[in-house]
Structure formats: C-alpha cells, structure tokens
Nanobody, 125 residues
Framework: HVQLVESGGGSVQVGGSLRVSCAASGATWNIYSMGWFRQAPGKKRDVVASIHTGFGTTFSADSVKGRFTISQDKSKNTVYLQMNSLAPEDTAMYYC???????????????????WGQGTQVTVS
C-alpha cells in the first residue's frame, strides 16, 4: 500500500505562483506513475500533469502547459507541481495520485492510478 500526503495549497492572487507537494510513503518501490488531478466545485475531476517516476517523462494537460511544471525528488519520494501565472479557473481541490507498475490506462486516465491523496485546496482570486 502507498500513502500520499499533499501540502502547499492555499490562496494566491491572479498571476501568482504556488507549489504543491505530494509525499509518498509505503510501497513506493512499485510506483511507476504519479500525477496531479484537480476538481472544481460542480465539475468532474480532470488530470493536470503526470510523471513517469522511472524515466522522468512528464505529461501536462493543454490547459496548464507553459504554466505548470511537474517534477520529482526521488530521494524524498516527493512529487511537486509548480504553478505559475495562476488564474481564477485554476481554483480547485488538487489531488495527488500514484499508479503501480502494470496499471492500465494512459497518463491522463484515472484508472492508471490506484492510490490517491486527500487533496489540497488552491484558490486563485
């Protein structure tokens, strides 16, 4: 089993920056994908970005390309999401997700991820 704990959310002004973190613990040796999803009130949860923990390959949704960057510190089993040029439409609960080796689905699909954090709120105004 893997536990995920997000941190770093908060309130920020339009155009500002914020970095959220996701620390993984437990059976992290079997994690091959880690991603960030977000869900705004009344909307479905959407993928934001993902990283292959082995190769370091990253993927980002079109809505955040050029503004958000996902990265990892393997020594700390931590994934980060650096968010720049934040806009009100970025306001959402941000969830960290981790996927074990062998999971089906693309980087953007929830079925790829079998562990989820509790979420951290990001509010842009």
């Amino acid at each position: 089993h893997v536990q995920l704990v997000e941190s770093g959310g908060g309130s920020v002004q339009v155009g500002g920056s914020l970095r959220v973190s996701c620390a993984a613990s437990g059976a992290t040796w079997n994690i091959y994908s880690m991603g960030w999803f977000r869900q705004a009130p009344g909307k479905k949860r959407d993928v934001v970005a993902s990283i292959h923990t082995g190769f370091g390959t990253t993927f980002s949704a079109d809505s955040v390309k050029g503004r958000f960057t996902i990265s990892q510190d393997k020594s700390k089993n931590t994934v980060y999401l650096q968010m720049n040029s934040l806009a009100p439409e970025d306001t959402a609960m941000y969830y960290c997700a981790a996927g074990s080796r062998g999971r089906d689905g693309t980087w953007a699909e929830e079925r790829r991820y079998n562990f989820w954090g509790q979420g951290t709120q990001v509010t842009v105004s």
